[in-house]
Nanobody, 126 residues
């Protein structure tokens, strides 16, 4: 089992940047695929980015491609989401998620993930 805690959210102006962190505790972090999702008020939780266990494979939602970068440091048991050129429509609660997995794939559906953090608020003002 793994516990996840996000940090790094906050209020930023449009065009600004934020770096979210996801600290994991528990079992070996490298055994888990990682993903970032977000949920805006009144909307469903949506995929943002995912990264394979080794970090060699990544995937992004079209809405964030070229602006966000997902990464991980297995030695530090941490995952990151670097967000640049932020837009007001990026405003949401951001969640990191983890899935115990043996292979080299990543996953983009919320239902594929077993563990979730509590979320961190990101607000982008226009």
């Amino acid at each position: 089992q793994v516990q996840l805690v996000e940090s790094g959210g906050g209020l930023v102006q449009a065009g600004g940047s934020l770096r979210l962190s996801c600290a994991a505790s528990g079992q070996i972090f490298s055994s888990y695929v990682m993903g970032w999702f977000r949920q805006a008020p009144g909307k469903e939780r949506e995929f943002v980015a995912a990264i394979s266990r080794s970090g060699s494979r990544t995937a992004y939602a079209d809405s964030v491609k070229g602006r966000f970068t997902i990464s991980r440091d297995n030695a530090k048991k941490s995952g990151y989401l670097q967000m640049t050129s932020l837009k007001p429509e990026d405003t949401a609660v951001y969640y990191c998620a983890a899935k115990s997995y043996i292979g080299s794939n990543y996953f983009i559906l919320p239902r594929d993930y077993d563990y979730w953090g509590q979320g961190t608020q990101v607000t982008v003002s226009s």
